[in-house]
């Protein structure tokens, strides 16, 4: 049973990756990394429940299998198709956002750091659906930073999914749909948690691409 | 086998000769270079040598299984050029509707329209349908701003990537005496001295270009331009047996073709200078997009149908 569920999640992952790929042909552009398995936390702009799996469907296979996306848990357990497809085949590290649990959400991510994994989050923490580049970033990115100083935290901008699947919208549009990977940052000795975040923030908006209007 | 299939084969096997001597060149050159070191240059060309084993490939299978088979072939190429033209195009939330309409109901319709051979649908369709309908349901939305680029810019998508694009398959619905199940071989004929042309006029372009046409916009030339047109003449001469226009029909053809390809790449060398992109995408390895590759044959497509239908039928 075990390993049919596996096979199952084998086969559910290669044909979302296959129908993003045909959809918005998303392509990745190798900026300031190269796409080699290391260790490292992708960072990303969030503005659609899209933008996780794109970068995870356009990493090449030796790094999908090593990512693992950091998730809400009230958003991927609220069902069973959702708790199938979140933990088992994107295999992400879900997190509880509710303050009165007390699960430590930071605890379970520094554990999936120690077991070798890379990870995929959304510092903003919340998908923004303000007209700014990028909400102000959250703590997490920070002690990340701290607590595992080796990991590259790589800024991620995932550009047009915003116009591919709006909020609101039913039909997703098939336009295309880049993933820009930054060069890696890495918190500095002595450096505040704002600083950073602000360093942090302005590394990822550098990659979002002109505005023609 | 019939005649029309032999005839197929038969191009498509001079298509593959051509390649493998251009490929045996390629391999030849870099044998030839010192160990460890690497041509750009080679390298580029290589890569779209490769692409055009690949679309050459393509292109025969699909003539081969006749009608349904290029039809679905050029259905998908519009698929892919209208989503590399409206990535790229000013829009809004507010358009949402229209755009997945012009995707999902405009292009298939369309093609449609064309696979039944209706010709005063297919016609005025986009040009005429879609043009008034899909503002109608960008103006419902009520946001205002830039309204007019963004509804415009859709039109031309639209235009270019389906309507222009439709008007290759098209061309086996035409009703020609004595040609019937041959038409397929036409598109053959538009796209290959398209092509070709094209590939002359960038070779003698380099080798005895001088005047530019449109500084700033393109390296293209007078010089390269009028040799290219000259080869495709030549070279529609030499096919003018896959079609009904007779040696100097095929050649005054094959010049218009190529003559009004050429320049149409211009206007998209325009676009993608104002939008401030080299390629359109990255679909083809080597070449960019679907729109980088078939600009000249998207721009030739309904002028020579429209030439075809008026003199040939």
């Known amino acids: ?213 | 086998m019939n005649e029309t299939t032999s005839d197929i084969l038969l191009l498509a096997f001079g298509s593959f000769g051509i390649l493998f001597a251009l490929t045996f060149v390629g391999e030849v050159l870099r044998a030839r270079e010192e160990p460890g070191f690497n041509n750009p240059v080679l390298d580029t060309y290589m890569t779209r040598v490769q692409s055009w084993w690949g679309m050459v490939a393509f292109v025969g299978i699909a003539l081969l299984l006749g009608r349904h088979g290029v039809m679905l072939l050029f259905a998908l190429t519009s698929f892919a050029a209208l989503r590399e033209f409206l990535t790229l195009t000013t829009k809004a939330q507010a358009d949402h509707i229209s755009l997945a309409l012009g995707f999902f109901v405009v292009l298939p319709l369309q093609y449609i329209f064309v696979g039944f051979g209706w010709d005063g649908l297919y016609t005025v369709f986009i040009p005429v349908y879609a043009f008034l309908l899909l503002p109608i349901v960008s103006a419902l939305r009520g946001n205002s701003e830039r309204f007019l680029a963004r509804v415009a810019e859709t039109q031309w998508g639209l235009m270019i990537a389906v309507f222009c694009v439709s008007h290759v398959p098209a061309l086996m619905t035409l009703d020609i005496d004595g040609y019937q199940d041959r038409a397929v071989l036409m598109i053959a004929f538009l796209v290959m001295v398209v092509q070709l042309g094209d590939l002359l006029e960038y070779f003698f372009g380099r080798r005895i270009g001088k005047t530019r046409i449109a500084p700033g916009l393109s390296p293209k030339t007078w010089e390269g331009v009028a040799c290219g047109v000259v080869s495709a003449m030549l070279i529609g001469g030499l096919l003018n047996w896959i079609t009904p226009f007779g040696l100097f029909g095929a050649m005054a053809m094959a010049g218009v073709a190529s003559l009004v390809g050429m320049l149409g790449s211009l206007v998209f060398a325009a676009i993608k200078r104002e939008r401030g992109v080299k390629d359109w995408s990255h679909l083809i390895p080597g070449q960019g997009g679907f729109v980088d590759q078939l600009d000249s044959v998207i721009f030739a497509a309904p002028i020579f149908y429209h030439f075809t239908r008026y003199f040939y039928t």
């Open chain 1, 1 to 213: 049973m075990k390993y049919l569920r596996q096979f199952a999640a084998r086969i559910v992952g290669q044909s979302i990756r296959i129908f993003a790929r045909a959809i918005t042909a998303v392509r990745a552009d190798w900026q300031g990394i190269e796409p080699v398995p290391k260790q490292r936390v992708y960072f990303a702009n969030h503005t659609s429940n899209g933008d996780m799996p794109m970068i995870w469907a356009c990493l090449p296979p030796a790094m999908r299998r090593t990512v693992r996306p950091v998730a809400a848990a009230d958003y991927w357990l609220k069902n069973k198709i959702r708790a199938f497809v979140g933990p088992e085949v994107f295999n992400c590290v879900l997190v509880d956002r509710r303050p009165e649990v007390k699960d430590k959400p930071m605890d379970k991510i520094i554990a999936a750091l120690d077991e070798g994994s890379s990870l995929i989050i959304f510092p903003e923490g919340n998908r923004n659906m303000t007209d700014d580049l990028l909400l102000p970033f959250k703590a997490g990115l920070y002690n990340m930073g701290v607590a595992r100083p080796h990991v590259d935290l790589v800024p991620t901008w995932v550009a047009n999914l915003n116009t591919i699947m709006p909020k609101g919208e039913v039909i997703p549009l098939p336009l295309i749909c880049t993933v820009t990977f930054g060069a890696p940052i890495h918190v500095k000795e002595g450096e505040s948690k704002d600083e950073f975040l602000k360093r942090a923030s302005d590394a990822l908006a550098a990659l979002a691409p002109e505005d023609r209007s």
